[in-house]
């Protein structure tokens, strides 16, 4: 057998070398494998086990009920089922053929606990109004007890023939030892229990909310603090064959908070008799009542997680399970195994005593309330939305499929070959089929499933090429105790090679001493700022050398850089690595010229210092060729905005120094200009001292040439040098000297 999987294993292997060896390097396999992957589809009979395997489920029969809930099960001593149901408070029996009838009829909404006593007696109570009632065999209805309570949430009998009762709304344990003989065995500070367990030696388990707290009552009636849980809700109690208690742990807010309706309009019972006609097994067209207070909120208004705790019978707990965000309404030992049933997707799960959990059972319903082994060992679930009963008697199901979650191979893709590894025992079998679509959800513009393939050895779908793909696997059996076992789905698939897009491309012009000028809205803003500034600083007088203001530099830029940084942004829907050209042109230019190619960075720094002044654009060229052969690359190309190139220095002329009329400083005239952008500052500096800034005549630099006329205060006699240095927008620096002689 093993050299059988193995050798099944390198065919696989190998099929799908070849599917994929002739396509480009880009192709891509979508393998299922785990029991996190099977998880993620639509099951329909068949369970999923852990590591990863899907098994035909079990053979099931499902008898529908005229009802929205079965909370709670219970058998007699010939093996009938008995079903408690809601919200018109029916006990339907079911018989071990599946046939349902509804035994009796009680004034409740919800039945939420059944027992039976030694002597055939079925027990009932539920909500609202706390009484317990007994059925006879034949159907006849009698009030047993009134605990004076809004609910009865379980029943327990134990071995002594007591009847136990867990109670609400004020969290008390009933003890009733015979019809209208008993009273509190516990008075909680709990608002509810809500679930009762018993053990062979006489304790009685209770779980309350909403402190989520077990507490043991042992054969004495005294109370203990079992062990309080991390939730708030004790739903459900089990016991497994060693005596270890196993507890559900619930979230709050599971009860319906609203206040009762002003009138509230209970149908009064109609004891049923045997010759009851059976129930129609339709689908029932049962709707809920409007809200009670205490009434559980069900379907759950969001999925929330729960957890299992495992408790031994010295009070040591540690967490088992905990529910993928599914709340667990109900538990069960089938053997060594546990069950616990969920929603709101009504998943059975096995967990196993090394804590993995498979999916057991999906049922069409949305929960698994209840949860029963009858005396021969079989499994009895009851459902809610809408009600049944469902019997697992042995033996697989005859056929199962599973349909994968929806995968995206994120563009639109044409497919390779499609291949699973299985172990087929004979007379079971294995087929697989594919359907693909352009829209995230299937529906009617996906294709058809194409045909069943049952050779392992794969196929390469018919489908069309689209961006979504899902297979549905297929499991039959001819013989009821043997499965076909799936382990594994592969599909190859190549993305149809879609062009590279360019997002942006971007030339940063203002590099070095321009960096914080951003583009001429920057500039336009700093020139309207300077009209202060500039009335404070021209026409200076007074005595001595003038001083930079205390916010100015005393230093004048003295260089320009040539280098542009040209960034772009571009992306391959196929993930396919990118090769970029770029070139660059004049605005009045008709041919582009490459500035350099193989490129895989998207930056490049360009000095432009032996490129002439003007206005250019650079263009951008992306390909998808390192990753796709010549015949199949593609490319795309985007040009930017044009920007200015600018490398030539300012000019500064017409120098001069003279006194001012009637006083002793001296004035300096002259003239900055520039062949392509505007001048955006100036300064001075008398002997090689300290740079000031200064401001054109009309006080905004703002053009491409400029008058500057200002005072230097009075001078030493002799002879003294100027140098007036202008900067042009883009950072170019231009100086003149000059010299004058102060008398």
Known sequence: ????????????????????????????????????????????????????????????????????????????????????????????????????????????????????????????????????????????????????????????????????????????????EAAGKGGILYDSTERRILSLLGDDDGNVYAGSEPDGIIYKIDAEGRPFVFFDTELEEITALTLDPAGNVYAVSSPGELFVKTPPPATQVVPKAVPSALGHAPVEMSAPNATAPAPVAGMPAVPSPKKRTCIIYKIGKDGTASKFWTSPEKLVFSVAFDGEDLLAGSGDDGIIYLISPMKEASVYYKADQQQILSLHISRNGTLRAGT??????????????????????????????????????????????????????????????????????????????????????????????????????????????????????????????????????????????????????????????????????????????????????????????????????????????????????????????????????????????????????????LETERISRPFIIDNTSPVVEELGAARARGEQEYRITGAVSDNLSPIRSAHYSIDADDWVPVFPVDGVFDAQSEQVEFGVGVLEEGEHTIVLKAVDYYGNVGAGKGTFVVK
């Open 1 to 176: 057998m093993v050299a059988g999987k193995a050798l099944r294993r390198a065919i696989f292997f190998a099929l799908m070398f070849l599917a994929t060896s002739a396509w480009a390097v880009s192709s891509s396999l979508w393998e299922t494998d785990s029991r996190e992957d099977f998880d993620a589809g639509e099951p329909d009979n068949v369970s999923i086990k852990t590591p990863g395997e899907v098994v035909l489920g079990p053979k099931a029969s499902v008898t529908r009920l005229d009802a929205l809930y079965v909370w709670s099960l219970a058998e007699d001593s010939t093996g009938t089922l008995y079903a408690g149901t809601g919200n018109d408070g029916k006990v339907f029996r079911i018989s071990p053929g599946g046939d349902a009838e509804v035994f009796a009829e009680l004034e409740l909404q919800q039945v939420f606990a059944l027992a039976f006593d030694a002597k055939g007696v079925l027990f009932a109570g539920g909500f609202p109004e706390g009484k317990v009632y007994s059925i006879d065999p034949r159907g006849a209805v009698s009030e047993y007890f009134d605990t004076q309570q809004q609910a009865v949430w379980a029943l327990y009998v134990g071995a002594d023939g007591r009847l136990f009762a867990a109670t609400g709304d004020e969290g008390r344990l009933f003890s009733i």
């Open 384 to 633: 809610g939305n809408n009600a049944a009963t469902i019997g697992f008697d042995g033996g697989y199901s005859g056929e199962g499929s599973l349909i994968s979650q929806v995968h995206d191979a994120t563009a639109v893709s044409r497919w390779g070959r499609a291949c699973w590894e299985a172990d087929t025992p004979p007379k079971t079998r294995v087929s697989l089929a594919i359907r693909t679509g352009n829209s995230e959800t299937p529906d009617d513009t996906w294709s058809q499933w194409s045909k069943e393939h049952a050779d392992q050895g794969g196929f390469v779908p018919d489908s069309p090429s689209a961006r979504y793909i899902q297979w549905r696997a297929t499991l039959r059996t001819s013989s009821a105790d043997r499965t076909p076992t799936l382990n594994k789905v592969t599909v190859a698939y190549l993305q149809v090679n879609l062009a590279p897009e360019i997002e942006s491309v971007d030339v940063d012009s203002n590099a070095g001493n321009q960096k914080e000028n951003d583009g001429a809205q920057k500039l336009k803003a700093a020139l309207q700022s300077l009209p202060s500034a500039a009335a404070a600083l021209s026409g200076q007088t007074g005595t001595g050398k003038p001083k930079a203001s205390k916010n100015a530099s005393n230093k004048a830029p003295s260089s320009h850089e040539t280098v542009l940084k040209i960034t772009w942004q571009a992306r391959d829907e196929n993930g396919d690595t990118l090769e970029y050209e770029l070139y660059f042109k004049g605005t009045e230019e008709t041919r582009w010229k490459l500035l350099e190619d193989e490129l895989t960075d998207m930056s490049y720094e360009w000095d432009t210092e032996a490129v002439p002044d003007g206005e250019y654009h650079v263009k951008v060229v992306a390909s998808d060729s390192p990753d796709n052969p010549d015949n199949a690359s």
